[in-house]
């Protein structure tokens, strides 16, 4: 069986899914790579494609004290926003928990299936 030169490096330590790691690696960090290629050699004409870019920036503090002052309460409204939502979501989970729990006990089953495992099953092809 021929494989590529550095998954031969992982069968030979025994990692047979080295791979999968290294295809997944090199999809992660093609945005990095676009982005080192731009620092190394930066564009020296105007881009075709930022000719309709104009976005004026918009100064809203008046001072150096002001403006950390607003980042931060750009910063915890963010937070809070994250938190509502997977507080949100996590009552979504557990209510189809519930109602899941409700149909399997009309029926009499002793051992419940939960959301979970039901999307541990639906997921599960991918992971491999």
Not at 59 to 79: F, H, Q, W, Y
Not at 86 to 106: H, K, Y
Request: aromatic share 8%.
């Amino acid at each position: 069986m021929r494989t590529g030169f550095y998954a031969g490096f992982g069968l030979a330590s025994g990692h047979a899914d080295l791979a999968g790691h290294l295809l997944a690696a090199s999809v992660i960090s093609a945005s990095a790579t676009t982005m080192f290629a731009e620092i190394l050699l930066p564009e020296t004409q105007v881009s075709e494609t930022a000719t309709g870019a104009l976005v004026p920036i918009v100064r809203t503090a008046r001072n150096s004290i002001e403006a950390p002052c607003d980042r931060a309460r750009d910063g915890m409204k963010l937070a809070i926003n994250v938190l509502g939502t997977l507080i949100g979501f996590v009552a979504l989970v557990e209510m189809t928990n519930g109602l899941l729990g409700a149909v399997q006990a009309g029926f009499g089953k002793a051992q419940q299936v939960k959301f979970e495992q039901i999307s541990a099953w639906i997921n599960a092809p991918f992971t491999r």
